[in-house]
């Protein structure tokens, strides 16, 4: 149980273009998922918080209107990057917090984007 | 904000111990998990700790001691496999995850 996917695993786009990356937790349901950027060898790094039926919330620095959320069911949370640049190109990684006394997130395979 | 650090890289031979240091200052904390990493994938559940002491899970353990704001991930009778990066995160008090920069271990022949 407790699986989330991601589609697509990679995409590769021009400069300029918006992308859409989606993120399902396959057999149980969301309310809350997160969405995370991954440069090469660095750590995870929060972007936003992704919550079902409202807006996302947004870490500092983190431009709502060039990384769009929605999170429209219970069970899919889309992120958009808006007029992508090369300086976009990472890997992006989504999770759902799951219900169980963990707290754990259970994280999707993650999208590496690359914009040329 | 929050503030986890851990060692770069660590090197170990296969068949040995390898402990992996985290410290970590947060404002508020629901918990700590250590994730393991391969290149180019997500990450995959290890461990969680939030009360002090420690967890013990086959070849892995986790130890943590909230008074001092540390933890560590013992790795015993290392595998090849289990070259990878090792990532140390804490639950803050708003329960988002922080991550640490990740500890690269390389297991020799």
């Known amino acids: 149980g407790a699986v989330v996917s991601q589609h697509p695993s990679r995409v590769i786009c021009k400069s300029g273009t918006s992308v859409k990356i989606e993120c399902r937790s396959l057999d149980f349901q969301a309310t809350t998922m997160f969405w995370y950027r991954q440069f090469p060898k660095k750590s995870l790094m929060l972007m936003a918080t992704s919550n079902e039926g409202s807006k996302a919330t947004y870490e500092q620095g983190v431009e709502k209107d060039k990384f769009l959320i929605n999170h429209a069911s219970l069970t899919l949370s889309t992120l958009t990057v808006t007029s992508a640049h090369p300086e976009d190109s990472s890997f992006y990684i989504c999770s759902a917090k799951g219900t169980g006394d963990y707290n754990e997130q259970f994280f999707g395979p993650g999208t590496r984007l690359t914009v040329l | 904000g929050q503030n986890i650090d851990q060692p770069t890289e660590m090197t170990a031979t296969e068949g040995a111990i390898v402990q992996i240091n985290c410290t970590y200052q947060t404002s508020g904390f629901n918990g700590l998990f250590w994730y393991q990493q391969h290149a180019g994938e997500a990450p995959t559940f290890l461990s ?35 070259s990878a990066s090792y990532l140390c995160a804490v639950l803050s008090g708003d329960y988002k995850l922080s991550f640490g920069a990740g500890t690269t271990v390389t297991v020799r022949a």
């Open chain 2, 48 to 82: 969680y700790n939030v009360l002090d002491g420690l967890e013990e899970k086959g070849r892995f353990s986790s130890f943590l001691s909230r008074s001092k704001g540390y933890s560590y991930l013992l790795l015993k009778e290392l595998q090849m496999k289990d």
